[in-house]
C-alpha cells in the first residue's frame, strides 16, 4: 500500500521581498513622518492640510504596496484595495470643498440682534 504523494508545500506562497525593500520603504516612511513634522511648523495657511493629506497618502500608499503586499497581487485585488481608497477621496473630497465655506461662530460674548 504505498501512497503517492506529488503535493507541493511550495504553493501558496506569497512573493517573497527582500529584507532590503522593507528597510528602504521603512526610512521613507520615517522621513515623510518626518517632513510632516517640519510641515506642521511651517505657516502655509489653507494648504497646510493639503500638504499635510499629501504626504499621509504617499505614507499610506507605501504601507499598503509593500507591507500589505498590494504591489504583487493580481489585478482582481487591485480593484477590491481601489474601491475603498475611492470612496476615502471622494468623503476627502467633500470635506476639502465644503472647508472654505465655513463661516466662524459668533462670539459668545456678542450682542443680540
Known amino acids: 500500500m504505498s501512497h503517492s504523494h506529488s503535493d507541493s508545500h511550495g504553493q501558496g506562497l506569497g512573493h517573497i521581498v527582500p529584507a532590503s525593500i522593507f528597510k528602504k520603504v521603512f526610512a521613507t516612511l520615517v ?5 510632516t513634522v517640519a510641515v506642521s511648523l511651517v505657516d502655509l495657511g489653507s494648504m497646510n492640510i493639503v500638504v499635510a493629506m499629501l504626504v499621509a497618502s504617499c505614507k499610506a500608499l507605501l504601507v499598503a504596496l509593500f507591507f500589505m503586499h498590494l504591489k504583487y497581487e493580481n489585478p482582481l485585488t487591485w480593484v477590491y484595495a481601489f ?5 476615502l477621496a471622494t468623503l476627502l473630497g467633500g470635506v476639502f470643498i465644503d472647508n472654505p465655506m465655513r ?6 460674548s456678542a450682542p443680540a440682534k
Do not use: D, G, N, R
Open 31 to 35: 522621513f515623510l513622518t518626518i517632513v
Open 83 to 87: 474601491f475603498p481608497i475611492l470612496l
Open 103 to 108: 463661516h466662524a461662530p459668533a462670539p459668545l
